[in-house]
């Protein structure tokens, strides 16, 4: 009989994980929420993330979208589970210049395939960028 993954349940969760993964220790992430399917993030905005002009540069929304969405597959498919970014498709709607917020929502999970979205505002609430996300099960 094959054992029920571990699931990201709680906050405590995803920060531990979040520490215990070298790519993540330079973003300073902060995790706000973890629920079924939806994870809460923050990004707070660093000099290094600048590009000229005073907005933030575009592949740090990126990430933190990507991020995001990696602890909302992990709420349903599991901490463990063997998971690639397969497809990311970002639309930039408004310059970031200070911290950013991401929601990311898983809207479907298959055998092999999660499909879903991730959304980053800042502290207005105003969307800055929205972006999809397939992550196949490797």
């Not at 994870?39 to 933190?64: D, E, H, K, N, S």
């Not at 597959?73 to 599991?78: F, I, N, P, S, Y």
Request: net charge neutral; with cysteine; proline share 4%.
């Amino acid at each position: 009989m094959e054992k029920a993954p571990l699931l990201l349940e709680t906050v405590e969760q995803a920060v531990r994980i979040l520490q215990e993964s070298p790519f993540v220790a330079i973003w300073n992430y902060k995790v706000l929420s973890v629920q079924a399917g939806a994870v809460a993030l923050a990004l707070p905005a660093q000099p290094q993330f600048y590009r000229p002009g005073g907005i933030i540069q575009g592949g740090c929304l990126m990430t933190l979208a990507d991020t995001a969405f990696w602890l909302a597959a992990m709420t349903e498919l599991g901490i463990d589970a063997p998971i690639v970014t397969l497809e990311m498709k970002t639309h930039f709607l408004r310059a970031a210049q200070a911290d950013v917020y991401c929601r990311a929502e898983v809207m479907k999970s298959g055998r092999r395939v999660t499909y879903g979205t991730a959304t980053i505002t800042d502290a207005a609430g105003q969307t800055l960028s929205h972006h999809t996300l397939t992550y196949l099960a490797a």
